[in-house]
């Protein structure tokens, strides 16, 4: 099984960005679908963006518009490019595959002023 490590979180302001990496152990090229999802303590995981192998992708209407997600398989690397950043964007952020229902550790994402 592939291991997935997310990094890039951090403290950003209101409005701000950042972009987080998933970097495989392995080959991503078999992952059919490829997720972020977001917890906050207490809340239920919320599975915001995907993409296939095919490059369809999905996102909720709570990050449409603001977040783009990006994979490369050469890297072995999927991306979550995230802007207008909105304090309740703040989430502890994994990546994972979706089909066999495997998620990284996460990576902490703070909004704040």
């Known amino acids: 099984q592939v291991q997935l490590v997310e990094s890039g979180g951090g403290l950003v302001q209101p409005g701000g960005s950042l972009r987080l990496s998933c970097t495989a152990s392995?080959?991503?090229?078999?992952?059919?679908?490829i997720a972020w999802s977001r917890q906050v303590p207490g809340k239920q995981r919320e599975l915001f963006a995907t993409?296939?192998?095919?490059?369809?992708?999905n996102y909720a209407d709570s990050v449409k518009g603001r977040f783009t997600i990006s994979r490369d398989d050469a890297k072995n690397t999927v991306y979550l490019q995230m802007n207008s950043l909105k304090p309740e964007d703040t989430a502890v952020y994994y990546c994972?595959?979706?089909?066999?229902?495997?998620w990284g550790k996460g990576t902490q994402v703070t909004v704040s002023s």
């Open positions: 392995g080959s991503i090229s078999n992952i059919y679908t």
């Open positions: 994972g595959d979706v089909g066999l229902g495997y």
């Open positions: 993409l296939t192998r095919l490059t369809f992708i």
